[in-house]
């Protein structure tokens, strides 16, 4: 289980109940502690996470339904443009980018992931944004 703060963050959203998963008697203890001392975000979270807060559209909603004969890895390059615009997590993101072997570039533009994407997102043109911004990055 992750440090308090991640738990809070879970806890301040509008949730009946959360299953953290434990693996031991120290996990179970420590979900017993965050769970009694959740008193609401801090203001300094709620800003860094821009809690509340939607990204602009068109936005991922990272279903994973897209799948890429090409071998793109749409869902997390789309996440990592937005952790870079929203987020400000520029020079992290553009180096997980950098390391990927298939990169947007090999994008054939068969459409096949559009037909699939169930918010009708326009994708390739989504990544090709999104490597524009991930490269510019450094
Ligand atoms: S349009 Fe590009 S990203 Fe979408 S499935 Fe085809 S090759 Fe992959
Ligand atoms: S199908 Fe659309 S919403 Fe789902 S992961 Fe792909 S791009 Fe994102």
Known sequence: MNGPSVAWGVLANDVDTVIPGLRSVEEADLAAKVAEEFNGLPEEEKRLYRFGE?????FCRQCGLCFCPEGIRISTILRWGQYCTFYGIKNWCSQQYDKLNVKV????????????CPYGLPIVKMLRDTEARLASSF
């Open 54 to 58: 939607l990204p602009p559209e068109p």
């Open 105 to 116: 570039e090999m994008c054939t533009e068969c459409g096949e992931c559009e037909k699939k």
